[in-house]
């Protein structure tokens, strides 16, 4: 579990982890490395993972922060799981369609629309 | 060195790879662009390029080379659009070489799409001659 320097809030609900982030900006790299890491464990940890992320308090998100997204992406498709973003900021929605990562990852308006979906 | 001159303000940065430092020169353009009443949008990209750019430095174009070697950064803000320049000790690069990271196979690549957004987002975007010193300008949205 995330201990008392942890950039993420988890939940887990009918088998699914639910990630939310600490900070406004996910904009440092260092701190984009240690919810990389964090994330990482979480799905280590899982045998088939099925994990939500939501960006609901986030205003601020670099490039970086979308290599991080996408080695998450990998490593849950690695161990057959699933991955969902949900509450993206329509400013950082159009990042990802920018860098056409919206094709990539499956993103929902909201959680519970998010929690529909997993199989 | 700083400049309100009637209309425009202009700043001129040296700044370190420290979160700390460069989020103070952030919110040094992001506070000159405030002054012209800029909507959030425009604010959301400035800062988000701003942020690409002056990582790209840090993490590519200073690569090899010393920790606290600074990226030299200046602005030129008015009501109408902000010119920035973001330049770098390293040795440069040739933009023309990085992968389009919006192409099929290079979709899960981790890196490459700072330049992008940056193009996305800015009226003009040119590094010089050498590679290691880029020219953006972002223009602000008519009737915003």
């Known amino acids: 579990m995330p201990g008392a320097e942890s950039r993420i809030r988890v939940k887990r609900i009918d088998g699914v982890i639910q990630v939310e982030f600490v900070d406004r900006n996910i904009l440092d790299e260092g701190n984009i490395q240690s919810i990389g890491d964090e994330v990482a464990a979480l799905i280590d940890a899982d045998p088939s993972p099925r994990l939500l992320i939501s960006f609901a308090n986030v205003e601020h998100l670099s490039s970086a922060a979308l290599g991080t997204l996408i080695t998450i992406n990998n490593k849950i498709r690695a161990k057959s799981g699933q991955l969902r973003l949900t509450n993206i900021d329509p400013q950082i929605y159009e990042v990802f369609t920018i860098t056409r990562l919206n094709k990539l990852f499956q993103i929902h308006p909201t959680v519970a629309d998010a929690m529909r979906t997993f199989a | ?144």
């Open chain 2, 1 to 144: 060195m700083n400049h309100a001159a009637g209309h425009r303000v202009r700043d001129v940065l040296s700044v370190s790879n420290d979160p700390a430092v460069i989020e103070r020169a952030e919110e040094r353009v992001l506070s000159s662009l405030s002054q012209f009443h800029y909507p959030k949008a425009s604010l959301f990209a400035v800062r988000l390029c701003l942020h690409e750019a002056l990582s790209n430095s840090f993490r590519h174009g200073h690569r090899g080379l010393p920790e606290n070697t600074p990226v030299r950064l200046s602005f030129d803000a008015t009501a109408g659009q902000v010119e920035i320049h973001v330049e770098d000790q390293g040795p440069g690069f040739d933009p023309a070489e990085v992968p389009d990271p919006t192409l099929e196979e290079n979709l899960e690549r981790g890196s490459g799409r700072g330049l992008l957004l940056i193009r996305a987002y800015m009226a003009e975007a040119e590094y010089n001659a050498k590679g290691n010193s880029l020219r953006m300008v972002y223009k602000r949205p008519a009737g915003a």
